[in-house]
Each structure stands twice: as structure tokens, then as C-alpha cells.
């Protein structure tokens, strides 16, 4: 919104710095920052005398979990607010680019929203039937590969880029682009949500992933840096940095109270909208491949699960001694920091790993 003061500039006065992406980012990173320093407590507040008795418990999990009890959820409304003021605000609202992520992210909070609002009333951990989440998550990442393919240039529509290899690009065709596509959104959506069970464990790797792929939709939107990178030009991903900006200040003020002991949980609400946000600008960036290093924890969460579930089918055994992952170390004795902070330094890892497929060519 803010670019539009470009028309009455010179080119000499202050109107003139809202051009520049790194100039709006910033901006956005600081007014999301504060959204979420100013409206986190009176939304605590009216979160937990609206729910009670907070987020339930699963009975199941750790020991060291029944303390939580009371704890309120839904606190990624304060994440989804801070990322839609601070993008509208600094966005550029003719890049269809802004729209899409932000229009992934909220319909993904929507959902979850649904999902939070049925647990805490009903007190129970179902919520809504995880076949009519994944149906609707489906719809919305049809409806977003969709807008891609139509926004992407003609040489890279339907196709899928390899990093490292340099200009290889593989042709695959709505029929099998767009269920890729929809895999990838509705993954990253789901894995984002099973990482979400330490206070604070979620967050971070989030706003790692982030900031990791602003700084590669910043690159792949300026022709100047693809050439020197030879990497695939995509003009206005750059736009996609203020999204990021702004996810990652919005995060740093959830992360104020979340940081345990958590005053508040992000839910499913900011869970799966981070997560459905995050892979929307992995596709549209044409790095889906690298999202898979960069969230590789996140993918590690739900392999876990995965693997947990099936080989217990087959065999009536467990290979973690609980599912996700994280679950596992606690009851190995891990105390909950130690998992939320080890989990941090692997997140960043995979991140500058992810980050290094720009040049290495």
C-alpha cells in the first residue's frame, strides 16, 4: 500500500526510499514486530477467558505435558494479523505473487482456526476429521497451483527447476505438476503442524525458513542476481520478502510469549497457515526441491509419523518410542529445552545447507 506514495515522488525525497523491497521489508519486519508486542497480551487475555480451560491435553504424551494444562491456543491469529497488516502495508498489491501466499496462509489459518475452535470446545484433541482437512488443504493448493501456472512465465510454467544442475528444468505438465504442487503445500502445511508440539519448538525453524527463502525470492526476482547465480530469473518473487519480513517479526513477537513456559500456543491456526504459506513460496520461486533441505526438520517430523504409523500397522511395534520425533528424545530424557534448541541448531543448518544451492552450481 505504502509503495503507491512512489507516484508523488521526485526521486529525491522520502517517498522515493518505498521503491526499494529491502526498504519495505524492513518496514514490515519492525510494524509486525510490534503488532505483535501490542495486541499478544490483550489477545492472551481474551483467549484464555474465552477457552477456559485451554488447549486439551493429549492423554498419551508425556508425562511433563499435564503442566500445560490451561494453556491457551489459537495464538497464531496474533502471527496470521501481524504478516496481513505488515504485507498489505508494505506489499505491492498488483503483484499477483502477494496475494497468492497471503491468500494461501489465511485459508490455511482458516482451517486450523475450525480445527482449534472444535477441540477447545468440545475438550477433547479431535477437532475436525483429518480427511476433511486434508480435502480442503487439497482445494486450496489446486487453486494456488493453478494462479502459478498462470503467473509463472511461459518458460518455467509446469516445470520443475534442480538445484545444483545448472538450467536443467523438467517439463512435467499440468497432469503431474499440480498434484506436485498440491503435495507440496499440503505437506509443508501438515509437517509445519507436527512440529508444533514444544513450546517454541515450531516458531523458530519457521521464521529460519523464512528469512531463508525471502533471501532466495529476493534473488530469483532480480535478473542482475540470477544471471550471476544462473539460477531461473522469476520477475516479482522479490514482492515475497516482504511476506517473509513480516513472518518472521510477526514471529518474534508470538515467540515473546510463547517462549516456555508458553503463555499461549500457536494452535493449528498459525501451524498449518505458516506451513501452507511457506510451501505456496517455495512453488512460486521455483525452488520446491530446495524447500525440502531448508524444511528438512519439518519433513523429518513427518516421516516420523509416517514411518511410526505404518511400521505399527504391519508389525504391532513401534520404532520411536512416541511420535513426532521430538516426543521421542523427551521420553528418551531429554528435557524440553535441550529438544527446542538442538531442533533450532539443525533447523538453521538445513536452512544455510538450502541457502548454499543458490551458487554451488
Known sequence: MLYWLTTFSDGGDVFNLFRYITVRAGGAFFVALLFG???????????????????????DGPETHFAKAGTPTMG???????????????????????????????????????DDYAKVSA???????????????????????LVAVWTHP???????????????????????????????????????NLTDGLDGLAIMPVMIAAGTLGVIAYAVGRVDFTDYLDVHYVPGTGELLIFAAGLIGGGLGFLWYNAPPAAVFMGDTGSLALGGGLGTAAVLTKHELVWAIIGGLFVVEALSVIIQVAYFKATGKRVFLMAPIHHHFEKKGWAEPQVVIRFWIIALILALIGLATLKVR
Open 37 to 59: 508486542f501490542i495486541f499478544g497480551k490483550p489477545l492472551i487475555n481474551l483467549l484464555r477467558k474465552r477457552q477456559g480451560k485451554g488447549q486439551p491435553i493429549r492423554d
Open 76 to 114: 497464531g491469529v496474533l502471527i496470521l494479523g501481524a504478516v496481513t497488516v505488515s504485507t498489505l502495508l508494505f506489499g505491492r498489491l498488483d503483484n499477483p505473487y502477494v496475494w497468492l501466499v497471503l491468500g494461501v496462509t489465511i485459508s490455511f489459518g482458516a482451517i486450523g482456526f475450525v
Open 123 to 145: 475438550g477433547n484433541t479431535k477437532g475436525v476429521p483429518g480427511r476433511v482437512r486434508l480435502a480442503l488443504g487439497f482445494v486450496i493448493a489446486l487453486v494456488a497451483g
Open 154 to 192: 511461459p518458460e518455467l510454467s509446469g516445470a520443475l527447476a534442480f538445484p545444483v544442475f545448472k538450467d536443467v528444468l523438467w517439463n512435467m505438465g499440468l497432469i503431474l505438476y499440480l498434484p506436485f504442487v498440491m503435495i507440496v503445500i499440503v505437506g509443508s502445511a501438515n509437517a509445519v
